[in-house]
């Protein structure tokens, strides 16, 4: 599972495409970075449901889930897909894309063809995946604005030298 980010941009004549290109790259990467430290964990938080727009779960299951382990946390039953998210990431950079990558177990991929959720009126349960990686607009502009943030203070240190 992955999130990506691509980028363009307009020359700049005091700087080389090449060095622009590698300041853009490493701004995107630090703004991806935040997003993992600061918000991802926040989609593991009773208050993602309504902030994500998550699908709604079984009555039936959030019943059971709740006695067995004392906790409504989206997205977390044992905790397993909680800690392989927020840990085992990585990010490559290859061109004008950064790619960040999540590992999640791997029910998450299957889950949605084996269980219907009739509560919601489908036949799959839930896309976890879709969900971790949702981004509502004021995240977008937030990481937007950290990646501008960045470059332009690479900008203003390469242009002092």
Request: no cysteine; proline share 4%.
């Amino acid at each position: 599972m992955a999130i990506q980010a691509n980028f363009s941009y307009d020359s700049f004549p005091e700087l080389s495409t090449r060095v622009l290109e590698k300041l853009v790259r490493e701004s995107l990467e630090e703004a991806i970075e935040h997003w993992r430290k600061e918000l991802e964990p926040k989609h593991f938080t009773n208050s993602a449901t309504g902030a994500y727009q998550y699908d709604k779960r079984g009555k039936i299951y959030q019943i059971k889930k709740s006695k067995k382990t004392r906790q409504t946390a989206p997205l977390v039953y044992t905790g397993n897909s909680k800690r392989m998210a927020l840990e085992s990431n990585k990010i490559t950079k290859r061109g004008n894309q950064v790619t960040l990558s999540i590992s999640v177990p791997d029910y998450w991929k299957h889950l949605r063809l084996k269980r219907p959720n009739k509560d919601r009126g489908t036949d799959a349960a839930p896309n976890m995946q879709a969900e971790l990686t949702r981004l509502p607009d004021a995240e977008k502009a937030l990481i937007i604005k950290k990646m501008e943030e960045r470059l332009q203070q690479k900008i203003n240190t390469k242009l002092k030298r």
